[in-house]
């Protein structure tokens, strides 16, 4: 049976937004995440961020500090009692990519490949899925990845219904 997900994007809804953060010394956790993660848990949806990082392709961090501040994130949650399931990022820049990080990808926001992605390695349902996003971006990936939940986030958390 095909599971249901919250796709996450990462700054702007799980923590502030601060341009390029990738320490944990700079994340401030949003206020209702951890709750809103939680009912959506207990609604048996699965809990995937993807996020565009192009301060990786950019050169401001590299890969490994980025996947070191998730793995300190994912701890955060889990000891929140709210365990994330995976997260998806896209490294890459069009413009300002440094190297092989310039590149006009399929993964980078507003195009949908993270989340066609996940939805392949999970067996999720796009269509009972939901996707929380900051920025039009988001949601322009969510309709191309044919999902009709989307919701742009402005400081509060939705309450969840059953389906
Ligand atoms: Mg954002």
């Not at 599971?3 to 206020?31: C, M, W």
């Not at 009692?81 to 310039?102: I, M, Q, R, S, T």
């Not at 191309?144 to 509060?156: D, K, R, T, V």
Request: charged share 20%.
């Amino acid at each position: 049976m095909s599971s249901k997900a919250v796709f996450l994007d990462r700054d702007g809804v799980i923590n502030v937004d601060i341009n390029y953060a990738h320490t944990p010394e700079q994340i401030t956790f949003i206020d209702g995440i951890f709750d809103f993660c939680s009912s959506a848990k207990a609604m048996g949806y699965k809990l995937i961020v993807i996020t565009n990082q192009a301060g990786i392709g950019r050169g401001f961090y590299t890969e490994e500090t980025f996947h070191a501040l998730m793995d300190w994130m994912f701890a955060q949650f889990a000891e929140n009692n709210v365990p994330l399931d995976a997260y998806y990022f896209c490294p890459h820049h069009p413009e300002y990519g440094v190297g092989e990080y310039k590149q006009d990808c399929n993964c980078r926001k507003p195009k949908p490949g993270m989340i066609i992605q996940a939805a392949g390695q999970w067996d999720i349902d796009l269509a009972q899925s939901i996707l929380i996003g900051d920025k039009q971006s988001d949601i322009a990936a969510a309709i191309a990845a044919g999902m009709p939940n989307y919701i742009l986030f402005e400081g509060q958390f939705p309450i969840l219904e059953s389906h």
